[in-house]
């Protein structure tokens, strides 16, 4: 069994998705603003899918809820990369957690991304 989608509820899904994008290499599949859906694909085929909020599944965004209740992870190849992610994102003045540090065995930080969405970067040793 693979993960085929995650779908996520954002107020902005351009902004968003242009996050994902420039930082970690996603390839936009489709941009829809009438019907307000991303979908946006990873190297493995994973999709992310960026929605306007639905009433019918709730309605709420992060942002609405002013409030994270969840988070995504991406996991890089090496340590070096995570700082190098870190660098390029604090330089932008995205919100980071602070430096990477070491944390249950890897090599992370936290950044929130347009939308609320907190991402979690990190790399971890082979086993």
Same mark, same amino acid.
């Not at 069994?1 to 489709?30: C, K, Q, S, W």
């Not at 969840?70 to 330089?91: C, K, M, N, P, T």
């Not at 980071?96 to 944390?103: D, F, R």
């Not at 347009?114 to 086993?127: A, F, T």
């Given at each position: ?8 509820? &954002? ?5 968003? %998705?242009? @996050?994902? $994008?420039?930082? !970690?290499?996603? #390839?936009?599949? #489709?941009?829809? *603003? ?5 979908? $946006?694909?990873?190297? /493995?085929?994973? #999709?992310? &899918?960026? +929605?306007? =909020? $639905?009433?019918? @599944?709730?309605? %709420?965004? /992060?942002? *609405?809820?002013?409030? /994270?209740?969840?988070?995504?992870? @991406? &996991?890089? %190849? #090496?340590?070096?990369?995570?700082? /190098? ?11 980071? +957690? ?10 992370? !930080?936290?950044?929130? %991304?347009?939308?609320?969405?907190? &991402?979690?970067?990190?790399?971890? =040793? +082979? +086993?």
């Amino acid at each position: 069994m693979r993960l085929n989608h995650l779908d996520f509820y &954002v107020p902005d899904i351009a902004a968003t %998705a242009d @996050f994902f $994008l420039r930082y !970690f290499g996603l #390839e936009l599949r #489709e941009m829809n *603003e009438r019907i307000g859906r991303a979908i $946006l694909h990873d190297d /493995q085929g994973t #999709e992310i &899918v960026l +929605s306007r =909020p $639905l009433p019918k @599944f709730g309605g %709420a965004d /992060q942002v *609405e809820l002013r409030w /994270q209740t969840y988070h995504i992870g @991406f &996991v890089l %190849a #090496e340590r070096s990369d995570v700082d /190098q992610l870190h660098i390029r994102l604090a330089a932008d003045d995205a919100a980071v +957690s602070g430096p990477p540090a070491a944390i249950r065995g890897g090599w992370l !930080f936290y950044c929130t %991304a347009p939308g609320n969405l907190l &991402v979690e970067v990190g790399w971890r =040793p +082979s +086993s």
